[in-house]
């Protein structure tokens, strides 16, 4: 368990609200809980919900944009935390791709 990141957990835990701890719980919302250190750079960090060990967790986003994670400090449970459009942007990328096809097709 990563010491650093359980002791910014309980200090950002305690902020939050009954109704905030429910929605990160039950919903799976990733609450943000200001700046963390990491590497000599400052990240965002987050609360979330592990439903791995099912406890909260708090690290910050890893990995490229559109495939970004959090990994839970307690058991190493990836997290997926892609924004809301890199799942439209996949879709949008293969319908393209078909249209493409659809024009060749229809020039050759
Ligand atoms: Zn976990």
Redesign the pocket.
Known sequence: MDWQNGAALNQNLGKLSDEEKFFIKNHGHKISAGMAKREDKDLPAYIFW?P????F?YDCPRGSLEEQHLI?H????KIDFSPWWAGLKRELKSLLAWLRGLENHAEG
């Open positions: 592990c791995d060990c099912e406890n967790s839970c307690r058991c190493g449970e």
